[in-house]
C-alpha cells in the first residue's frame, strides 16, 4: 500500500451517517477527482494513525460503488463510540496511492448503542446479629471490565448517586450472562446500590438498570 503526503484539493468533506435497520450508513463530499477512498473502521479507544494501518485495516470503495448503494453501508455489531475515516486515494501511474488525510473533516464518530447491565440485590436478615447479609446479581450483555462498576454503601437510606455515601470497587470482571456475586455484610442500617465508577465515560457505553 502506497501512502501519499495529503493535500487540500483531494479532502474529504461533510462526512455523515444516518442508522436505519441495523446498519450504519455514511455519506459524504467527494472531491472532483477522487474516484476511490479507503475507509478505516475502528473502536474510538483504539484508532491508529495513517502510517500505521496495513491493507487488512482499509477498505477500498468506488465512487459507483457510493452512488450504488446511496452511500457506504456497514452492519451495527459495535456497541458505545465508534469511528470512520476516509481515507481519498488518486491513481498514479495506474497504481492508488492513499492520502494521509488526518484532520476532522474526513473522520466521524458513531454511537452503536449502550450495552445494558441489569442488577438486583437481596438483603438477609438474621437474629440476634449487627449485620445483615448482601447477595448481589448481575446480568451483562457483554463483558464488562471490574473498573466500571462500584457498589456505594449509606447510613439510613439507599444511596442516589455515585457521592452519596462510601464507593467500593468490585474484584474481577464481570462475564456475559447472570453473575451471582459472593454475600457481603453490611450494618443493619446500611444500604446499597450500584453505579460507574465513572458515570459520564462509560455512561456513554453500558445502561445500569436496577431490577
Excluded at 464518530?109 to 449502550?114: E, I, Q, T
Aim: glycine share 8%; proline share 3%; net charge neutral.
Amino acid at each position: 500500500m502506497q501512502w501519499e503526503q495529503f493535500s487540500e484539493p483531494y479532502g474529504i468533506t461533510r462526512v455523515a451517517y444516518q442508522l436505519q435497520d441495523g446498519e450504519c450508513i455514511l455519506t459524504w463530499q467527494w472531491p472532483k477527482d477522487v474516484d476511490y477512498v479507503y475507509i478505516y473502521s475502528f473502536n474510538e479507544s483504539q484508532e491508529l494513525r495513517a502510517e500505521q494501518l496495513g491493507s487488512g485495516q482499509l477498505k477500498l470503495f468506488t465512487r459507483e460503488e457510493y452512488k450504488a448503494s446511496n452511500g457506504y453501508r456497514e452492519r451495527i455489531d459495535y456497541i458505545g463510540m465508534h469511528g470512520y475515516r476516509i481515507f481519498p486515494c488518486v491513481r498514479r501511474d495506474g497504481q492508488l496511492s492513499v492520502l494521509t488525510q488526518e484532520d476532522e473533516h474526513n473522520r466521524i464518530r458513531v454511537n452503536g448503542g449502550r450495552a445494558k447491565i441489569r442488577y438486583s440485590i437481596q438483603y438477609g436478615n438474621k437474629l440476634f446479629r449487627k449485620f445483615k447479609t448482601v447477595r448481589i446479581q448481575i446480568f451483562c450483555e457483554i463483558q464488562v471490565p471490574q473498573e466500571v462498576l462500584c457498589y456505594v454503601k449509606k447510613t439510613g437510606s439507599n444511596p442516589t448517586n455515585f457521592e452519596d455515601g462510601y464507593a467500593y470497587p468490585f474484584m474481577g470482571d464481570f462475564q456475559v450472562g447472570r453473575s451471582v456475586l459472593p454475600e457481603i455484610e453490611i450494618g443493619k442500617d446500611e444500604y446499597i446500590r450500584l453505579f460507574f465508577a465513572e458515570g459520564k465515560r462509560y455512561g456513554e457505553l453500558y445502561e445500569l438498570i436496577c431490577e
